[in-house]
């Protein structure tokens, strides 16, 4: 692109212009992600070759990084991760060892766990034009991700999640990051994956609590987005909890979709704005985790956000009453906590309003519901309305 010059003076050179990148985000669903069918590669293989399609030949490295709950769960998952890779032909990349990392929120508390996956790339000689597949829930995969958008300024990464919310949320992202000094992800970069693997087969081994945590993400999307999937929510929410898999599957994928068609088509993918409506509930979530020492799960910790959020709209009169009192009875016919004693501590709770404010950066705005499927950018509530609404999620 030719940048022409400006020139006020003799002395004065300013040179404008814009950068403009396209990344191509790659999300697949599938069942049996390392399984070969009649003769045609598995759907990691053919992942992977289409995510290096353009790199004539060259043939890198992958770097598999497991969850260690995943690891214990599912023995067999890393040798049938390399001989996927082995049957999908010679252009696959040389699967390296795998190195097993802790699981939860640990893995992006703990400096360590970065730290031993970027030691595990440099050893591995792992080049640019070579892959990180990350395999494990939301948190294992923000702090490998860092890890790969961080090393050589970026390796590719393939995300494989394995956890309920990670496939119906955090691996549609293009959020990368780890924690510092008990604030939430205040490291971090923004790095399209180049190829998101999700397995339904994969949750299977999950134990409950963590299964139903993530369908709070299909709670908060629906009601910011989509009317239809709140009730299909409400309609399947006893099966979803016996761990029905058809009624399970297509909360997951409806999910998925409003969130990475957000991504592509919201129009600020990278958050140089000063709101994220994705985010209803998570400000008091995010706070709520560090309170509680993690003891919480993140979904289990948004779950009690969009209660307080609702009651919060309700309150402001920008959501009706009855609407409100539906979010949290959605979210308690999941199986989902709305309260949490944490609340009470409302001065150290109201501090998470100004974190998210410094993460978001300016004026931050919340996204509040006004009414099911639909929500706006709101201004933070003050802290006796925060207050108000506590007292009357403790009665509700």
């Not at 970027?118 to 490998?144: E, F, K, P």
């Not at 978001?360 to 639909?374: H, K, Q």
């Amino acid at each position: 692109m030719r940048i022409p010059p400006t020139i006020a003076s003799a002395n004065d050179l300013r040179l404008d212009g814009t950068v403009r990148v396209s990344f191509a985000h790659r999300v697949r669903f599938v069942r049996g992600a390392m399984r070969s069918v009649d003769g045609r590669p598995s759907p990691l293989a053919a992942a992977i070759a289409e995510a290096t399609a353009d790199d004539g030949g060259f043939r890198g490295r992958l770097l598999p990084v497991l969850d260690s709950n995943l690891a214990r769960a599912q023995p067999a998952l890393e040798p049938s991760i390399a001989d996927a890779l082995r049957a999908g032909g010679a252009a696959m990349p040389e699967v390296l060892p795998a190195l097993v990392v802790p699981g939860g929120e640990r893995a992006k508390n703990d400096p360590a766990v970065l730290e031993a996956i970027l030691d595990a790339l440099d050893r591995g000689r792992v080049c640019r034009r070579s892959i990180l597949l990350a395999a494990g829930g939301g948190a294992v995969l923000d702090v490998a991700g860092f890890a790969s958008a961080t090393f050589h300024r970026g390796v590719r990464l393939v995300r494989l999640p394995t956890t309920t919310l990670a496939q119906d949320d955090a691996a549609m992202g293009v959020k990368n990051g780890v924690n510092r000094g008990g604030k939430k992800n205040l490291l971090g970069a923004f790095a399209v994956p180049s190829a998101v693997l999700c397995d339904l087969e994969l949750l299977r081994t999950l134990p409950d609590r963590e299964f139903l945590a993530g369908f709070s993400e299909a709670v908060k999307i629906a009601v910011i987005r989509d009317a239809a999937l709140l009730d299909r929510i409400e309609r399947d929410a006893a099966a979803i909890r016996a761990r029905d898999e058809a009624a399970a599957e297509w909360v997951i994928r409806r999910c998925a979709e409003l969130h990475l068609r957000h991504i592509l088509e919201g129009g600020d993918p990278f958050e140089t704005g000063t709101a994220r409506p994705l985010d209803f509930g998570h400000w008091s979530a995010h706070r709520l985790e560090s309170m509680t020492g993690h003891r919480v799960l993140h979904g289990e910790a948004v779950a009690v956000g969009i209660a307080l959020d609702a009651t919060i709209a309700a309150l402001e009169s920008r959501l009706d009453r009855a609407s409100a009192r539906r979010i949290i009875l959605a979210l308690r016919a999941l199986g989902l906590p709305t309260w949490l004693d944490a609340l009470r501590e409302v001065t150290d709770l109201l501090a998470g309003l100004e974190e998210f404010r410094e993460h978001l950066g300016g004026a931050a705005s919340l996204a509040m519901p006004t009414r099911i499927g639909a929500s706006t950018d709101a201004p933070p509530p003050s802290a006796e309305l925060v207050r108000r609404a506590i007292d009357e999620l403790a009665r509700s």
